[in-house]
């Protein structure tokens, strides 16, 4: 079974930066994808972005689209999320899962981590 650790979040000001880690650890597949997703309080889980095995291919929500990057550490069998600009509307926790392809609908996903709060505020 694939375990999922996520890291890095914490309280920055609006316009800073933080880099998400989330390391997978047990027996991974090499096919699955691997993506980020966010939950404010009241809200539903919200697509962030996602990157498939090997880091060639990438997809991101539109309200992230040049702020923030995903990246992949095959050899750690890590990805991270690197978001810069940041905004009170990008406070959420931030969770990391597992799926067959880059996809934006979180039921798709089959394994997820425990989530790192990120709060972006004054």
């Known amino acids: 079974q694939v375990q999922l650790v996520e890291s890095g979040g914490g309280l920055v000001q609006p316009g800073g930066s933080l880099r998400l880690s989330c390391a997978a650890s047990g027996r991974t597949f090499s096919t699955y994808a691997m993506g980020w997703f966010r939950q404010a309080p009241g809200k539903e889980r919200e697509f962030v972005a996602a990157i498939s095995r090997g880091g060639g291919s990438t997809n991101y929500a539109d309200s992230v689209e040049g702020r923030f990057t995903i990246s992949r550490d095959s050899g750690k069998n890590t990805v991270y999320l690197q978001m810069n600009s940041l905004n009170s509307d990008d406070t959420a926790v931030y969770y990391c899962?597992?799926?067959?392809?880059?996809?934006?609908?979180?039921?798709?996903?089959?394994?997820w981590g425990q989530g790192t709060q990120v709060t972006v505020s004054s």
């Open positions: 899962g597992i799926g067959p392809s880059l996809s934006v609908y979180y039921a798709e996903y089959n394994y």
